[in-house]
Structures are given as C-alpha cells and as structure tokens.
C-alpha cells in the first residue's frame, strides 16, 4: 500500500468519484420515477403485478456486463448506456417495495380516508403514499447502493467511474490504485445510504417515537441477496 | 332523516347482503343496527355514504337520492367512525381532526383551532393536540376518532363497531360519553354493532336483523325487550330480557322508608331502644351512607358509644331516585349485605331505603303496565300514556340532563308512548 499515492492522485480520485456518484444516482433516481406509477397500478389492479414482477426479474437475472454490450448497438459506449442498464436495475429493487409499501397501508386507514371523502388521487398523495414512504425508501437505499456498485463495472465498456481504478491498477500491477478504488466506492454507497436513512428520518416525524420492529424499514425481500449475485 | 327503501345488495357470486330492506331513521335519533356477522348491517350502514353502493332500491337522505349526490362531497357531510378509529398514523392528532374541514376549504389554523374545540368535546386533553395516534390509548384513539368524524359538524353520524376493538370498561365509559354527547349535539346516528347490550344501551331505537339481510324487528330497545316479535328476536336479545327490561323503569316510584337510617353521632344506646326486629341499621354521615352496622353486633358494646365507631359492613352502591332505574335499584339491593336498597338524590344525600318487597310490588306494575302499553291500541292508549306522565315528570324535575342515565330516562317515555298510539 502506497499511501502517498492518494493525495498524488487527488484531483483525478475525485473526479472518478464525481462521475460515479452520478451514474450510481441518476438511475436510483429514474428507477424510483419509473417503479412509483408501475407499483401504483399493480397495487390497484392485482393481476398486472405478477407478469410485470416476471419481466423485472428475468432482466434483473441478466448480468450488467452483458447488458451494457447488450445496449451498445443502440446507445454505444456512452453514459447513457450505463444509465439505461442501471436504471432496468433498480426499477427491479424499487418496484417491488413500492406495491409493498402501498399495499401495506391499513385497509381501515384506506376506508377511513375515502369515507370522508378523499377522492382516489388525494388519497394517493396526501395518504397513501406518506404511509407507503419508509418501505419506498428501503427499496431506493437497495437501488442506490448497488448502482454506486454497479457503476464501476461501466468501466469494462470505458464509461469513466471508480471502477477505473481497478481496471487501471490490474493493468499496472499496482495493488495500491485497487484498494484506493473499493474503498472509495463502499465509502460512496454508505454515505448514499446514509443519506436516505437521514432522509427517511426527515420525512417521517411520526415513525420518530415508535419502538419495536414497527419502526423498522421493511427490507425488500430477497432483494438484497440477488443485489449481491450480480454485482 | 335517512330512508331506504326497498334495498337491496346482491354481490357478482349471488350473495344476497342485504335484501330488499326498508328501514326509517329519524332525525337526531341513535338507530343502532345489531345482529350477528354476516347479517347486512355493515353493508347497509356502507350504503348510506355510498362506500357500498345497492343493487336494488334507493337510499333519501333528508329526501335527496344518495346515488345522485357527488360521492366525495356526499361523505364529507357525513362522519363515519370506524373500529380501529382509522386515524392517519402520519398526522397529529390535530391534523387527523381537522382532515374533513381541510377537505372542505378551510384554512388549516382555522381547522386546528377548531379541531382543539373537538378534543374538549370529546373530553380529551389539549396536550394531545400534537401526539401522533400510536402514542395514544385505543380508548384516546377512538375519541380523537369521534372527534374527527364530527369536526365538520356533519348531521349524520355512521359509526361501525365503534367500540368493539376497546376493552370493556372503556368500551363502558366510550358509551356513556356518546350518550351524553348525543344529547348534546342531537346527530342521527347509525350505529353497527353485534352487541346487543351496547344496542339496548345506547339505541333510541333498535333494527334486529336476521342473519341474511332482512330485519327481524325495528322499535325502541324496550319493545324488544318486553314484546320480542318472534322467538328469534327473543333469543337474541337474551334470557335475561326481564332484568334488563328494568333499565327502562325509572326508580321513582319506588316507596322509600327511612325507619332503619340513623345519623353517626347516634348512640347504641339510642339504636337498641329502637330496635323492632331490624336485623341492620343503615349508618350516614352528613346524610351519606357511611355503611350497614347488624343489629347483633350492638350487644356487648357500651352504651355511649356513637355508631360511627361500630364497625360497619360496606354499602355496595346506591341508587340515584330521581334518575336510576329500577335495575340500578335492584342491583343495588342484591348487593347490599342487608339485601336493601339505598336510595339517594342526585347529592348523594341519603332518602330512604327500598326493600327487596318494594322492588317486587314495583316491577310487577312495571311489567303490568308495560303489558297493557304494548298491547294496547289507540283507545287504551290514555291510561298509558298517564301513567307515562307520572314515570317521567320527576325525571326531568331533578336531574336535568346531569347523568346519562337521566337522558335514557326522559327519552323511554316517547317511545313508550308512540308504541301506545301507533298500533
């Protein structure tokens, strides 16, 4: 380990980290814009679920490699194409933490809100959507730690990320530049996930005071565990 | 005023819900719909602000179709209050209360400040105003849901199984608060339950429904208590019916003897020479009953010693005279050591004492009486509705509206008069 290497490299570690950081959220970002009007219809209408939940799984089961070569016919060795792939991802990890966090709304809270007369998208909004929010936000912090991750294989089809430091370090047979760049990217998807933790705090002031698992943001199930497989 | 007519709720699989139902619900009355599950009441209270919408027949709130009224605007004048109190989780107790005058337009600090006034309606403390719901009891949550349902000032009030997820002494006090209010406010109520006691208890009148969506009887709770209209009606309302008939007896006409009532600074000297074979004297202080002292337990004891020293056994409770029923009366009696009623006024000042004999002699008139109101038609209906007259003047003389038993009392009469003269 050569440690005066880091600050030799600042500049060039921060801009990888600067270019990571935004393919690792702008798909967390459009995988949640995505997965919020899906999850709405497939916890409305049961059966568009199951087959919509067929489809994110299979393209979540294609290897991030393969789907960056996959979309360079169309997209080419761009940002763009890291981003799409990305984005396929995390509507994975994030739908299926929408249609829970909806559906885990109380039905009596649901009754309550149309009997006084909430109309359906108010209802949404202003009721359901608050209540579905913490689960919501458990899927985001999945979609954005592993896109922070997934970003650096990009690299293998030269979108610029952390991932550099591998690819760059292997090549020089330098271990140094390596370790520089995971460490750099499980720093990136902790303070990310920090960040929505805090976030999640913020915009739930009544979950603040409760005990027990209640309080608990609901893992997406199995999630996790795949997230690990492909990476 | 709500009216359905000739409803009906039949579901895609051929499930009848609720069949071909007429039901009236006047004005600022409780109409509470009991039976057992699966009979149509809930069905039928989700019909009235269109959660459920009919398959057959019509429902007129104060004359106007429900079906041809704007559905959110129909519900935002209509509070409903559900089992679990259906609070937002994610609101503060103000904002969940303030939720349909929100709705309604209303600036959100003039809803705050209004939902504040409904906290103290509801006899909740202002402190709670910023608590979210699951810091709160269930008995707290349902009140903040009363609150909320009434916040707009709605004239009706749907309420489902509003008490049924509480424990039973709340259940008691979240009772006796509706009552109370509801004599404040004068809502027309519609109440769900499948407690018949909770129906008998809190009704103006009763609908009795048989387990698959027709009503089995509709009156006052004392008319399906004392004339069940056929044996099913009479099994529901349960073997007990005669006792809790009672409820509906005022004790007023209860003879009071006051020969065993002897002040504390009495000597036992004084008690013996007035001993006529009592087997207990009743012991107050300050004109309230201190306890029971047995006559036996005199003897022995020296002669100047005043009865406040005696030991004494403990009273039980008393009945309120002016406004208890001859069922508190009785209980009162069954529980007391020397199987005597105490009655008191509304001071608790002791009046004097009914014996297990006066209760009896009282009772058998009740039930005489009773008998000829339910049978009587319009021509016998005079001597009724005299001897109703009779019941009910002392209630409202000495206990304007003070306990929620006084308003029971004053509201038996109309039912029990109308049934005279309706038949």
């Known amino acids: ?231 | 005023m709500i009216t359905f007519e000739r409803v009906t709720k039949r579901y895609p699989d051929g499930t009848v819900a609720v069949h071909a139902l007429d039901l009236d619900v006047p004005a600022g009355q409780t109409m509470v719909l009991v039976g057992p599950s699966g009979c149509g009441k809930t069905t039928s209270l989700r019909m009235i602000n269109r959660l459920i919408e009919p398959t057959e027949g019509r429902i007129l709130l104060d004359g106007q179709d429900v079906r041809k009224q704007d559905q959110a605007r129909l519900r935002r004048g209509i509070g409903y209050v559900i089992q679990q109190a259906g609070l937002f989780p994610h609101r503060t107790v103000q904002d969940n209360i303030a939720t349909v005058p929100v709705l309604l337009g209303t600036s959100r600090s003039a809803a705050r400040a209004r939902a504040r006034e409904m906290l103290a309606l509801v006899g909740l403390d202002q402190d709670l105003a910023t608590r979210y719901p699951h810091q709160l009891s269930g008995g707290q949550q349902q009140r903040v849901g009363v609150a909320r349902a009434l916040a707009a000032d709605p004239p009706v009030l749907l309420m489902d199984e509003p008490f049924s997820a509480v424990d039973p002494l709340v259940r008691g006090s979240l009772q006796d608060e509706l009552i109370a209010l509801q004599a404040q406010l004068h809502k027309t109520i519609v109440l769900v339950t499948h407690d018949i006691e909770e129906a008998i208890k809190v009704g103006d009148r009763i609908a009795l429904f048989h387990p698959h969506g027709t009503i089995a009887q509709v009156g006052p709770p004392e008319e399906l208590l004392g004339a069940p209209a056929d044996s099913y009606v009479a099994d529901f309302v349960g073997f007990d019916r005669g006792i809790r008939r009672l409820s509906f007896v005022p004790a007023t006409g209860l003879p009071l003897d006051d020969g065993l009532v002897l002040d504390a600074a009495t000597t036992v000297e004084q008690a013996r020479t007035r001993d006529q074979g009592e087997q207990w004297l009743l012991v107050t202080a300050d004109s309230r009953p201190a306890g029971w002292v047995p006559v036996e337990r005199l003897a022995g004891l020296p002669g100047d010693m005043p009865l406040s020293q005696v030991p004494a056994e403990g009273f039980g409770h008393a009945f309120i005279v002016g406004s208890e029923s001859l069922r508190v009366a009785l209980d009162a009696a069954v529980l007391s050591p020397a199987g005597v009623a105490i009655g008191v006024d509304g001071d608790g000042r002791v009046l004097g004492l009914a014996s297990f004999e006066d209760l009896r002699a009282a009772i058998t008139a009740a039930s005489k009486q009773e008998l000829a109101v339910l049978a009587g038609g319009p021509g016998q209906g005079v001597g009724a509705s005299q001897d109703d007259d009779v019941i009910t003047e002392p209630v409202i003389g000495e206990e304007p509206g003070g306990q929620p038993q006084a308003v029971t009392g004053q509201e038996d009469s109309q039912p029990a008069s109308s049934a005279g003269a309706a038949p």
């Open chain 1, 1 to 231: 380990m050569m440690w005066s290497w880091i600050p030799e490299n600042g500049s060039q570690i921060w801009q990888l980290t600067q270019e990571n950081i935004y393919l690792g959220l702008a798909p967390a970002l459009y995988g949640l814009l995505l997965s919020l009007p899906l999850g709405i219809l497939a916890a409305r209408w049961r059966w568009f679920y199951p087959p919509v939940l067929t489809v994110t799984n299979i393209l979540y089961a294609v290897p991030s490699l393969a789907l960056f070569i996959a979309l360079i016919p169309s997209l080419g060795l761009t940002d763009t194409n890291v981003i799409v792939a990305l984005t396929v991802y995390s509507l994975c990890v994030i739908l299926p933490n929408v249609v829970a966090g909806l559906r885990s709304v109380p039905e009596d809270v649901r009754q309550a809100a149309t009997a006084m007369g909430y109309g359906p998208l108010r209802r949404l909004i202003t009721v359901e959507l608050p209540l579905a929010g913490p689960v919501i936000i458990g899927g985001l912090r999945v979609g954005v730690v592993s896109s922070i991750s997934l970003a650096s294989v990009g690299q293998l089809i030269g979108v610029s990320s952390l991932g550099y430091l591998f690819v760059d370090g292997e090549q020089r047979d330098f271990p140094t530049e390596i370790y520089v760049g995971i460490a750099g990217v499980i720093a990136l998807a902790l303070a990310c996930d920090l960040i929505l933790v805090l976030l999640r705090r913020l915009m739930t002031p009544w979950m603040r005071e409760r005990k027990g698992p209640a309080g608990k943001v609901a893992a997406p199930e199995g999630a996790p565990e795949l997230a690990g497989s492909i990476t």
